[in-house]
């Protein structure tokens, strides 16, 4: 009978290394170290992917209907081998949730059937695939950086019809003057990428969106942050000093304080209106990151 009230093999070890006869001595720290690591909370320096998985797991079971019939709408999104989750039998990853949310706040304020789109830094072109998947567009025209619109312009091809990449038009940076001089577009997006361009690209863009489009729509952080905590700095101590002068909203906050973050969304508001004459028309929280917010704005006189 006693026997059966024994610690398992499994906390025998534990007992041995994580939490030993020491670690009641000294309380300092913890709650945030190896102690509490084999207590409460799984070591979050190497249980990355643990935490994205039990993210996206949540964030899946919160969605509605109409979020989960758009991602089911994106064929081939396992190109890539994506970490995904299965929930109620459907399968699904962080970027094409994201995708989902943010093309359902988009439908709200601006008509996509027969629309032409134009987005700023498309990264492998997650939202380019989940719209064009989900709308009759026009066309889809992304202005990237060389080596990404290479990345995006093999994924597309793996991953649209024939039909659906010919509405794809992709345009280097370096050709935008040429290549779209006489165009015109019914939306511009920027995903997660102005606040990595200098504040004089920003700009630039901001003008070209002014000239050329009816409604832009931005998701980006409201600010920038200093925690070592979070990544180690893995990149090194450079690679922070250069993301802390992109962007145009560059002042530091804690991104984790909700009244923080909502204190720091007028300026975002006004940083990211292309010019006078454009109005907000809807915004919110980048859903999932706490320090994202996502703003549509349209030029007076264009109707959604
Ligand atoms: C962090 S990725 C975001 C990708 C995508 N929007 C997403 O959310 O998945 C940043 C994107 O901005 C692009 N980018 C960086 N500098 C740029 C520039 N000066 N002009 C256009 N695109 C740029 C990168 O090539 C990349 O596609």
């Not at 994924?155 to 935008?176: M, S, T």
Request: glycine letters at 6%; charged letters at 30%; proline letters at 3%.
């Amino acid at each position: 009978m006693t026997q059966s009230f024994q610690a398992s093999r499994q906390w025998e070890r534990i007992s041995e290394l994580w939490v030993t006869e020491e670690a009641s001595v000294d309380l300092t720290d913890f709650k945030s170290d190896r102690v509490n690591y084999k207590i409460s909370l799984w070591d979050p320096r190497t249980n990355g992917i643990r935490y994205l998985k039990a993210l996206v797991y949540e964030l899946a079971t919160r969605l509605e209907p109409e979020d989960w019939e758009r991602i089911q709408k994106v064929p081939n999104r396992e190109v890539g081998n994506p970490v995904t989750v299965r929930v109620d039998g459907k399968s699904v990853c962080m970027d094409y949730l994201q995708a989902s949310l943010e093309i359902g706040f988009i439908e709200k304020e601006v008509e996509l059937r027969g629309a032409r789109v134009m987005e700023i830094g498309a990264g492998y072109a997650r939202t380019c695939h989940a719209m064009l998947s989900n709308y009759d567009l026009d066309e889809y025209c992304i202005v990237d950086l060389k080596n990404t619109m290479m990345l995006s312009r093999r994924y597309l091809r793996e991953v649209l019809d024939d039909e659906q990449f010919a509405k794809v038009r992709f345009v280097e940076v370096g050709d935008i003057g040429a290549e779209l001089e006489s165009s015109r577009f019914d939306l511009c997006i920027n995903v997660h990428s102005f606040t990595e361009m200098t504040p004089a690209t920003v700009d630039a863009y901001l003008a070209l969106i002014d000239e050329k489009c009816s409604a832009f729509f931005v998701k980006n952080p409201v600010g920038k942050y200093i925690d070592k905590s979070m990544d180690g700095y893995l990149e090194g101590d450079e690679a922070v000093q250069m993301a802390l002068e992109n962007g145009p909203l560059r002042k530091v906050l804690d991104i984790h304080d909700s009244e923080a973050v909502e204190a720091a969304v007028p300026e975002f508001i006004s940083a990211y209106r292309p010019a006078d004459g454009w109005t907000c028309a809807a915004d919110g929280r980048g859903v999932p990151w706490s320090y994202f917010w996502q703003a549509l704005y349209r030029k007076s006189g264009s109707h959604s």
